[in-house]
């Protein structure tokens, strides 16, 4: 529209027929938002008319002159129109409109003009002097006393099918909540009565949340529909955060009554007269003990029984800060029954073994902080927003729903904590063993949890989580974790692990050899009838096999059955000379994943119990023909010298592995080779887990290093050999 049109715009807009102020305001709200259309506008009065028609209209003339001041108030123009006496009156109105009136298109300008109204404080106003209480959330006081039930309808209006009204009606919660962290908790979080918990803010939060705004905020985020209320809900995430960083920042001061009473409340929720001083249970105790004046003296143990680390807990308060009073006050409150029965199981043991409640609970609400990087600053989140413009993979990845279920996360983890420390036996020296594990499970469950999961299903999933599940995790977090800061030295360090358990391997698998095995023997071939009856009378079915101990010859021998006891080498009538042996082969194949590992002893008897079986596997060693020395070269022939038939897997990996490792040649089965693995990667883990300071630099035992004196010593003396 032309700028020289407006003094005819202006008169239809002061006209008393309806129809012409009906179009003359539907035409003014598509050009208001170019600045130089309305500065005309403005100067040329148009401010007072429309001001006469939304106090005075109704309907779409009503809902196009509320749009058209949303949209002039959306070029930072106009703001006049909120000062001076008969302000108050404007904003009432629109206050008004909301709690009374049902039409959606009414309802969405209004709510965009109470959110630019309460937003316009926390900008800067071109240096201009404004009147208190103008601008921000105190400008909506008055109205709001008159309509009580204002916030309560905008939070209804959460629910609406119209998306723009849901996302003004959200806008205007986030712009209210900025206005008042602002104003009452001050830049860094002190001044004003609500940096106390002054009864002011306590009680716009909580009534706000007892309207159910954040169960309503909640399933929005979890929503498909977010394509228009993205932009809000990331606000109200990160509004979020900065209520939960303040909080954090408060410190817990005695001085405050408030801090004062949650403490009490933390003492009384505990049940203290169902314990005596010496931290048994009272009903546990005589009767006439308990009328007597000494019962009634200060416990000892008063906070330390309720897993404080001293008996001043403010001061364990720091870190987490008035979040941390909130969270265990919140937890102690909800879970009272829960709270005083562990209380009771616990004071029956030492107090080093008692979980202490208190400090998981501060531990975990810092867990929660690290993990949704409440820290995190609004111009990182204000990034976000552009983010957003990349579609619905941005939402999944930018919203995080529980963030919104903080104190049911809290509770979830402490559950979980009270679970892991029973489980794991652990005592006071193994908190921060516990609380690493509690991290990563809400890591692990709460972190890779889709933006659409229910806290429900995620609660159950903190409380059933298999535990060494979770220390299996936990390892390989801490491999990658040095695999990126030492990968240089982690990897020297697998290497010298692998070295020294394929030694410890070979050694065991020598052993073996020097402890002996039986072996079955196949039934010889049968030709004539005379041949047959001289080879069965022959026949022994049994061979014991046994390595000397200077580890140069292989002893057997031939028995009709098994001894009671494993021949030693006096009665073994052959041996073979290692030194001769020019190979080891054998058709050992990979074992199956059910089979399991038997003594070679144990085996044996099993085998002579059940009697014998056709053996599948065997080992056959060779030496080259016609000369006691090794030959090389191609024309160099072998000959089989000695197969043995081992009666299982377990056993021929024994014997064909030991062979060649006393060869010092590599393992080839699968058994040994999975064996070297397990033993280098535990002493990987030992390594890993042997982290602890005082371990590392707690200095020589007492009397180390000391030389011993030689008085009274002599030359006479001798080795034993």
């Known amino acids: 529209m032309d700028q020289a049109d407006i003094p005819a715009l202006l008169s239809r807009l002061a006209s008393d027929e309806d129809a012409a102020r009906k179009m003359a305001v539907f035409k003014l709200q598509s050009s208001i938002n170019d600045p130089a259309f309305a500065d005309v506008f403005i100067s040329s009065g148009g401010l007072v008319i429309l001001r006469r028609l939304i106090m005075s209209t109704g309907g779409n003339t009503l809902a196009y002159s509320l749009q058209s001041l949303s949209r002039l108030?959306?070029?930072?123009?106009?703001?006049?129109?909120?000062?001076g006496s008969a302000a108050g009156d404007l904003v009432e109105r629109v206050v008004e409109l909301i709690v009374t009136n049902p039409l959606v298109n009414i309802l969405r300008g209004a709510m965009s003009i109470l959110v630019a109204l309460v937003s316009h404080s926390q900008s800067t106003a071109r240096g201009a002097v404004r009147i208190p209480g103008t601008f921000g959330f105190r400008a909506l006081k008055p109205a709001v006393a008159v309509y009580p039930q204002f916030f309560e309808l905008v939070i209804q209006q959460l629910q609406s099918a119209d998306h723009a009204l849901c996302a003004n009606a959200l806008m205007l919660i986030n712009a209210l909540i900025r206005d008042a962290v602002s104003t009452e908790l001050g830049p860094n979080g002190e001044g004003g009565r609500a940096a106390g918990m002054g009864d002011e803010w306590a009680k716009f939060i909580k009534r706000l949340q007892d309207l159910g705004l954040i169960k309503a905020v909640y399933n929005l985020m979890q929503s498909s529909a977010l394509q228009d209320l993205a932009h809000p809900l990331l606000e109200f995430q990160s509004l979020t955060k900065l209520l939960l960083r303040r909080w954090r920042e408060l410190r817990?001061?005695?001085?405050?009554?408030?801090?004062r009473r949650a403490l009490k409340g933390l003492h009384l929720a505990s049940a203290p007269d169902r314990y005596q001083p010496n931290g048994t249970a009272r009903g546990l105790a005589d009767d006439s003990d308990a009328t007597k004046k000494g019962s009634r003296r200060h416990n000892p143990e008063k906070w330390r029984r309720l897993g404080f680390e001293t008996e001043s807990p403010a001061q364990e308060f720091e870190t987490a800060g008035f979040l941390g009073m909130m969270d265990l006050t919140d937890y102690v409150r909800k879970n009272e029954d829960g709270f005083q029965k562990m209380l009771l199981e616990q004071s029956g043991k030492p107090l080093h073994e008692r979980c202490p409640i208190a400090r998981a609970s501060l531990a975990v609400t810092m867990i929660l902080?690290?993990?949704?990087?409440?820290?995190?600053?609004?111009?990182?989140?204000?990034?976000?927003?552009?983010?957003?413009?990349?579609?619905?993979?941005?939402?999944d990845r930018l919203l995080r729903p529980l963030l919104l279920q903080w104190s049911?996360?809290?509770?979830?983890?402490l559950h979980a904590f009270f679970r892991m420390w029973k489980s794991t036996g652990a005592e006071r020296d193994d908190f921060d063993k516990v609380a690493e594990l509690v991290r990563i499970l809400i890591e692990q469950?709460?972190?890779?949890?889709?933006r659409t999961k229910d806290v429900l299903e995620v609660e159950d999933d903190l409380q059933e989580y298999d535990c060494a599940k979770l220390r299996e995790l936990q390892m390989e977090l801490l491999?990658?974790?040095?695999?990126?800061?030492?990968?240089?030295?982690?990897?020297q360090v697998r290497e010298e692990l692998k070295h020294e358990a394929l030694q410890f391997v070979k050694e065991q698998r020598i052993r073996c050899l020097l402890q002996g095995s039986w072996f079955t023997k196949p039934?010889?071939?049968?030709?004539?009838?005379?041949?047959?009856?001289?080879?069965r009378r022959l026949y022994q079915p049994w061979r014991f096999a046994r390595l000397s101990s200077n580890r140069r010859y292989l002893h057997y021998g031939d028995f009709p059955e098994q001894l009671a006891q494993d021949p030693g080498l006096d009665a073994l009538t052959e041996k073979i000379d290692l030194s001769i042996i020019s190979s080891v082969v054998s058709n050992v194949s990979a074992p199956n994943e059910d089979t399991q590992s038997l003594s070679s002893s144990s085996t044996a008897k099993n085998a002579a119990n059940q009697g014998l079986t056709k053996p599948t596997t065997k080992i056959t060693i060779y030496s080259y023909v016609g000369t006691d020395?090794?030959?090389?070269?191609?024309?160099?022939?072998?000959?089989?010298?000695?197969?043995?038939?081992?009666?299982?897997?377990s056993l021929a990996s024994e014997w064909l592995d030991g062979l060649l490792m006393l060869f010092n040649q590599a393992p080839i089965t699968a058994e040994t080779n999975k064996l070297v693995t397990l033993v280098s990667e535990y002493g990987l883990k030992i390594r890993l887990l042997n982290v602890r300071s005082e371990a590392v630099y707690a200095g020589p035992p007492p009397g180390a290093g000391v030389v011993p004196s030689r008085e009274g010593l002599d030359d006479d003396y001798y080795y034993e050999i």
């Open 408 to 413: 049911r996360l809290h509770t979830a983890g």
């Open 629 to 649: 020395e090794p030959q090389t070269g191609n024309d160099a022939k072998e000959k089989a010298i000695l197969t043995l038939f081992p009666l299982n897997h």
């Open 523 to 535: 039934q010889p071939r049968q030709h004539s009838r005379q041949e047959s009856l001289q080879k």
């Open 252 to 259: 817990v001061d005695l001085e405050r009554p408030e801090h």
């Open 445 to 450: 469950v709460v972190g890779q949890a889709s």
């Open 369 to 395: 902080y690290e993990h949704f990087e409440v820290d995190k600053t609004d111009p990182e989140d204000t990034r976000g927003y552009q983010a957003l413009m990349d579609g619905a993979k941005a939402y």
């Open 479 to 491: 491999e990658l974790s040095f695999d990126e800061q030492w990968g240089q030295h982690l990897y």
């Open 73 to 83: 108030l959306e070029v930072d123009m106009g703001w006049d129109i909120f000062e």
